[in-house]
Each structure stands twice: as C-alpha cells, then as structure tokens.
C-alpha cells in the first residue's frame, strides 16, 4: 500500500495551484456609490462581495452582504449612504496575488472569517492596488471537484 506517498503526491501538486487559475472577475464599484445601488449590483452581477474603488479605481474598500443589511436597518434612506462610509477600508482589506498559492490563500479564508478576496496588482506609478479579479470560496468547491476528477492543471 503506497497511499502515503499517493498523499504526499497530491498535497504537493495542491500547493504549486495558484490563485490566478481559479479567479473569477471582480465587480466593483465606487466610493460615491449608494447602498441602494451596491445593492442592486449585488443582485444584477450575482456576487456576495463588492470591492470599492477610489477616483483613481484603486482599491478603497469590500462592501459584504451583511454591511448592506446592517446598513439597511437603519434610519437614512438608502440612497444617501455612500458604500464608503459603510464599507471595510484599507488598509483592512485582506488582498491577494495571481501568484499566490491558493491554499495560503483558503487559509486566510478561514482564519479572516471572510467569503472572499479581491486579487490585486500594485499599481506602477504612486501607492495602492488596482483589482484584477475575485477569489472566493466558491472557487475554492471548483477546485475541490477539479481534485476528486483528477482535472486539475
Ligand atoms: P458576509 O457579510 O456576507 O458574511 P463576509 O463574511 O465576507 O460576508 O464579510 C464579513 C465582514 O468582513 C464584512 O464586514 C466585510 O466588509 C468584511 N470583509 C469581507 N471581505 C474582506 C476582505 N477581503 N478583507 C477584509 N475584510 C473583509
């Protein structure tokens, strides 16, 4: 029985995976934005995390799910709350590279607590990020299907 060594086998190739090959697009939206329209891109684009952008479209923010509801209950209308001013702020905002393994990656799922990050790139003049693309936990479940079929590159 080699099973062990079959083990090493796969945990070896999981680590060389990187994030770029299971990334989806990131949707984004700006600072000025309403909840009321973060909402509706929610439901229009079909993802649980939005990334806020500056002027300049680098990364400012994740607006979840649960900072729309919390918004939602409470007083002001919806309309007049910029995502900025509800949203998780960099330097806050845990981030990732295409480079990156996807396991360290999965591991800063669990431990933030969090669905899913925005995969950056720095920008080349000046500080900041530019976002490239989404990595979340659904991508993640593509991976494990991608293992069990022995589908993975
Ligand atoms: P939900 O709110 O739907 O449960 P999450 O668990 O992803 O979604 O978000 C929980 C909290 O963590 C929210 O306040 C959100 O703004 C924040 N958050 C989400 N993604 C990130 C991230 N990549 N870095 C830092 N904070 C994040």
């Known amino acids: 029985y080699t099973g062990k060594s079959n083990d090493h ?4 190739k999981v680590k060389t995976i990187t994030v770029g090959h299971y ?8 600072e000025s934005s309403s909840v009321y329209e973060a909402v509706t891109t929610m439901f229009l684009e079909d993802v649980g995390t939005l990334f ?3 002027k300049l479209s680098t990364l400012s923010g994740v ?3 649960k900072d729309l509801l919390r918004a939602s209950l409470g007083q002001q209308s919806l309309e007049s709350i ?3 001013v509800i949203m998780t702020r960099m330097p806050n905002v845990t981030v990732c590279e295409d480079q990156d393994s996807i396991i360290e990656v999965a591991k800063k799922l669990i431990n933030k ?8 790139k ?3 003049h000046g500080s900041g990020y530019e976002v490239t693309g989404r990595i979340t936990k659904t991508n993640m ?11 993975t590159i």
């Open 63 to 65: 607006v979840s799910r």
């Open 113 to 120: 607590q969090i669905d899913g990050l925005p995969i950056v």
């Open 52 to 54: 806020v952008v500056d």
């Open 82 to 84: 910029p995502v900025g």
């Open 141 to 151: 479940t593509s991976l494990l299907v991608d293992l069990a079929n022995n589908e």
């Open 23 to 30: 990334k989806s697009r990131p949707v984004v939206v700006t």
């Open 122 to 124: 720095k920008v080349s």
């Open 9 to 12: 086998i796969l945990s070896d």
